[in-house]
């Protein structure tokens, strides 16, 4: 158990829709990233924040937004969704004093199926 | 850019062979390497890391070596088993930017 939770863990619904993903970091950590993973894409880097702030950007659409509260949960809001955006999505946190150096904690993701 | 190229997958080995998974990069800069594994059903796991050239990373029978020369960073075990069944990503990160790029993964899978 990495100590990051991920809600919902898997989710089917249509296109044109919109849904929210959820992510509770491990406790104490304040960076979170998101990551998208599919076949045909591998694993994309999708957005990081760090204490609030968005701190780096990946290939994130724009259809997709994020934010990290002030409690430092973190969600992932996926709109006008497309057969596309099937996916596993990560959520993974790190530590301030690990936020740069690459050693992440991921939950188990939620699925994503768009019919 | 940066980027990670991992050998074409599935790896299909028996019980107690040796494993070699091979990883190399495209990185402006210094980054680290760091292999990641992820078990059927679960997100991933940081496995091993390496910081600088010629550093040794090793866990749980697995070693990798940052090779600066030939911009590598192989995963090796000598004697896998059914439980390292699994998807292997090699990752860099490049501290300046922080952001950590994956390869695509490699499917392992051990046969008694």
């Known amino acids: 158990d990495s100590g990051v939770t991920q809600t919902p863990k898997h989710l089917i619904t249509a296109t044109g829709q919109r849904v929210t993903l959820r992510c509770s970091p491990r406790s104490g950590d304040l960076s979170v990233y998101w990551y998208q993973q599919s076949l045909d894409q591998g694993l994309q880097f999708l957005i990081q924040?760090?204490?609030?702030?968005?701190?780096a950007k990946g290939n994130i659409l724009e259809r997709f937004s994020a934010q990290q509260f002030p409690d430092l949960h973190s969600e992932l809001n996926l709109s006008s969704l497309e057969l596309g955006d099937s996916a596993l999505y990560f959520c993974a946190s790190s530590s301030r004093l690990a936020a740069n150096t690459g050693e992440l904690f991921f939950g188990e993701g939620s699925r994503l199926t768009v019919l | 850019g940066n980027s990670v190229t991992q050998m074409e997958g599935p790896v299909t080995l028996s019980e107690e062979a040796f494993l070699t998974i091979n990883c190399t990069y495209t990185?402006?800069?210094?980054?680290?390497l760091f292999w990641y594994v992820q078990y059927p059903g679960e997100g991933l796991q940081l496995l091993l890391k390496?910081?600088?050239?010629?550093d040794k990373g090793s866990n749980k029978g697995f070693e990798a070596t940052y090779r600066k020369e030939t911009t590598s960073f192989h995963l090796e075990k000598g004697s896998v088993q059914v439980s390292d069944s699994a998807v292997y990503f090699c990752?860099?990160?490049?501290?300046?930017?922080?952001?950590?790029?994956f390869g695509q993964g490699t499917i392992l899978t051990v046969h008694p």
């Open positions: 990185a402006t800069g210094y980054p680290s």
């Open positions: 924040y760090y204490n609030g702030e968005e701190r």
């Open positions: 990752a860099l990160i490049l501290t300046s930017y922080g952001k950590l790029t």
């Open positions: 390496a910081t600088k050239a010629d």
